[in-house]
């Protein structure tokens, strides 16, 4: 397994996160559902490797997943900004930082690869915020197995301030 963070992308990369922004439970698709087609998403990834944002947050890059070669995972981390202390109820003592929502490719899909994922992190910025909606059993099962704790249930609303989801939220 090889993991690269930078602001690099290819077509698998494309590929990939097309798949996830077309996921049913990535925050992007809940707070937004929508098809997006592959010109888009390339030009949404070129735009993030220029600007280093995602969604309005610094990057620390794209976290890019090989395995044998093949692009295994990819995720969009970043650290947590100032105002997200009191929202997550993290404590600010710390610095955290947000693996923002692995997504596997299905054929790795249960083999332990987000596990790894997120012990690396761990191993990299230390203090980490998991986020997962409440139905992504698996998701849920890693950030256990992870030695993370679930610290809060946060509901996310839409403008009219309507419930879209809830996620769990799990810390170290």
Do not use: C
């Not at 790894?116 to 230390?126: L, N, S, T």
């Amino acid at each position: 397994m090889e993991i690269v963070l930078d602001f690099n992308f290819n077509e698998d990369v494309v590929d990939l996160y097309h798949q996830s922004i077309n996921y049913e439970f990535t925050s992007e698709f809940n707070q937004n559902p929508r098809q997006l087609n592959k010109e888009q998403v390339r030009n949404r990834l070129y735009e993030v490797s220029k600007s280093k944002t995602k969604n309005g947050f610094d990057l620390h890059g794209i976290l890019k997943v090989m395995v044998d070669g093949k692009l295994a995972a990819i995720s969009f981390p970043r650290k947590i900004l100032s105002k997200e202390y009191d929202m997550f109820s993290l404590n600010p003592i710390n610095e955290y930082h947000r693996l923002s929502g692995i997504f596997l490719n299905e054929e790795f899909r249960g083999q332990g690869l987000s596990l790894k994922i997120v012990q690396w992190f761990i191993d990299k910025f230390k203090f980490i915020l998991w986020t997962t909606h409440v139905n992504n059993y698996a998701s849920i099962k890693v950030a256990e197995k992870a030695g993370l704790k679930e610290i809060k249930e946060r509901v996310t609303y839409n403008d009219k301030q309507e419930p879209l989801f809830t996620t769990k939220v799990f810390s170290n």
